[in-house]
């Protein structure tokens, strides 16, 4: 049965990445590829690339493998994502400490649609710069010995995409838990600002396209009091900045696989700027600990990229919208706090 259900998910993932035919963001890629097989700039001859420059330089080398195989782009790309979730679920089963619950967390995360559907109707790959945080957050519970590789994985999750800012405090030694010292949980800031130093020259456009990103605007959680008269532009920005720091501060003495998971579950009621592939954030912490909110997250999210243009674009009226999406996250974030009270016989660490 446990085979049959990875062979399930892998099947699902192959014929969507045998269908794929392109898409705007390949479409981006494809451009960031171009501009630096002929030397270009990474950031001012495109608007369409906001991350640092060590994505551009995993694209390039798989077009390099698939004009050496001779297969498209987009299919190395698909395949390349493909292998990130296999490892993945390797990951997730020894987080969950192998047997049936590692097992499980694996199966979950490798069968959830939500995930099937970012890394293989998509080709997004966040799911990259999460598996580097799930290693991370593997390696720090190990001896105090092995804090680089912590730092390692940390740099490695930013570096890929920067929705890994939030997560080295997590990180830091508390009174009762081993972490990070503070001066070592700069270092993957530090790393993801030298990345940028060979584009020294292009500040203009890494302020604009990377610093300044704001992702997409859509009816969805706090974006929504900008349609409320005299509400400042700056308001959401704020909100979530606000909300962050407080989750940083509350989430200290949760165990670090729970908190980065809550860590997720704010990052997305409270975010100014939304597109769907985001979703895919929390799904693969939320693996490792089930339960109600995950299983309606999944439900609910899967069913609105049904129906959304950007997904299959089904005609049916009466799947969720933006609106069931913030919701159902709302919902898991508060199952996760009922979780850790001690009506539940749970402790936050």
């Not at 987009?74 to 089963?93: Q, S, W």
């Not at 604009?208 to 009091?225: C, H, I, P, W």
């Not at 998971?261 to 975010?271: C, D, E, P, R």
């Amino acid at each position: 049965m446990i085979a049959a259900g990875f062979l399930a998910g892998l099947a699902v993932r192959l014929l969507f990445l045998r269908a794929f035919s392109g898409n705007y963001d390949l479409e981006s890629f494809s451009g960031v590829v171009s501009i630096l097989r002929r030397g270009g700039d990474l950031y001012l001859e495109t608007t369409r690339y906001n991350y640092s420059p060590a994505w551009a330089h995993v694209l390039l080398g798989l077009d390099s493998i698939a004009r050496w195989i001779g297969c498209s782009f987009g299919a190395a790309l698909g395949t390349f994502l493909l292998v990130i979730d296999a490892v993945t679920a390797g990951v997730l089963y020894r987080l969950g400490g192998g047997g049936r619950r590692g097992t499980t967390a694996a199966l979950l995360f490798f069968l959830n649609p939500i995930s099937i559907f970012v890394s293989s109707f998509h080709l997004q790959f966040d799911n990259v710069a999460i598996l580097f945080l799930l290693c991370a957050v593997l390696w720090a519970e190990r001896l105090p010995a092995t804090r680089v590789p912590t730092v390692a994985w940390l740099s490695a999750s930013l570096l890929i995409k920067h929705i890994a800012a939030f997560f080295p405090p997590l990180f830091l030694a508390g009174r009762q838990r081993r972490g990070l010292r503070p001066l070592e949980a700069l270092i993957p800031y530090a790393m993801f600002a030298a990345s940028f130093l060979p584009y020294w020259r292009s500040w203009s456009g890494i302020r604009g396209n990377v610093v300044g990103y704001r992702s997409l605007s859509e009816d969805y959680g706090v974006a929504m009091l900008l349609a409320i008269p005299g509400v400042p532009r700056w308001l959401p920005g704020a909100l979530f900045a606000a909300a962050m720091l407080a989750a940083l501060l509350l989430l200290r003495r949760v165990a670090r696989a729970r908190a980065c998971l809550m860590l997720f579950l704010v990052m997305l009621l409270f975010v100014p700027g939304i597109c769907e592939y985001y979703f895919v954030w929390p799904i693969a912490l939320g693996a490792l600990f089930g339960g109600v909110g995950y299983l309606v997250y999944t439900v609910v999210v899967a069913s609105f990229l049904l129906g959304s243009p950007d997904g299959l674009g089904l005609a049916l009226t009466h799947l969720p919208g933006w609106h069931g999406v913030w919701w159902s996250v709302l919902l898991w974030l508060a199952w996760e706090i009922r979780r850790m009270t001690p009506r539940s016989g749970r402790s936050p660490a």
